[in-house]
């Protein structure tokens, strides 16, 4: 009946929402632009849903990248949500970025961004180096191709992170429907954005009264 220790849970990770930039997204090809944008809208939903420690970080956002995709201002507005600006392509070198990863006291993170291959694999490589369990939300990141993600997360893998999906990554924090206090707001939020599943669930709560 114990779950395994490594499942993710609400409190025991912290997550790394890395670059979601115009700039960024304008070369990414591996999926459909707007897959990958519901797919950040799965994540960052679930993050605040589950008030996981979140921690959004941007590249040259005024001088190049730009603003971040409004499926993450919508969870972590802007004015409040204190992004980290940086120059650096990895995360792990940002001084400013480092500190407040390492401040979350988690020895578990979660990462998704742009690109797969240089600002993801970065910081995964290098924490996995200091001893995190790193997993790595494989649909909610983007690069200029379909080989360059592929390999990367081959890369990724090769040196121990665990790859999980955007849907996956929702579920296994709500981990039992009886969980009433998110269980609402789950629901809404694969309405919104879970594409087929989201249809279902409406269907069901219309045509079961649920």
Not at 3 to 18: F, K
Not at 61 to 76: L, N
Not at 87 to 94: G, I, V
Request: aromatic share 10%.
């Amino acid at each position: 009946m114990k779950p395994s220790v490594n499942l993710l849970t609400p409190d025991n990770h912290a997550l790394v929402l890395i670059d979601f930039e115009g700039q960024m997204a304008f070369a990414t090809s591996n999926l459909p632009v707007h897959e990958l944008r519901t797919n950040v809208a799965i994540v960052a939903g679930a993050s605040k849903i589950f008030n996981v420690s979140t921690i959004v970080t941007t590249v040259a956002e005024e001088s190049f990248s730009g603003p971040v995709f409004p499926e993450v201002e919508e969870f972590y507005p802007i004015a409040t949500s204190g992004y980290i600006d940086r120059t650096t392509m990895n995360t792990w070198e940002d001084e400013n970025a480092y500190k407040a990863i390492v401040a979350k006291k988690k020895q578990k993170l979660v990462l998704a961004g742009l690109w797969t291959s240089v600002c993801i694999v970065g910081p995964v490589l290098s924490a996995i180096e200091e001893g995190y369990q790193v997993y790595v939300i494989t649909d909610a990141c983007g690069d200029v191709s379909k080989e360059a993600h592929e390999r990367a997360v081959e890369r990724m893998i090769q040196a121990g992170a665990i790859p999980v999906t955007a849907i996956q990554y929702l579920l296994e924090l709500q981990r039992d429907w009886a969980r009433q206090e998110t269980y609402g707001p789950v629901t809404s939020l694969m309405k919104k954005y879970g594409g087929s599943y989201g249809i279902g669930i409406q269907y069901a709560h219309t045509m079961l009264k649920h």
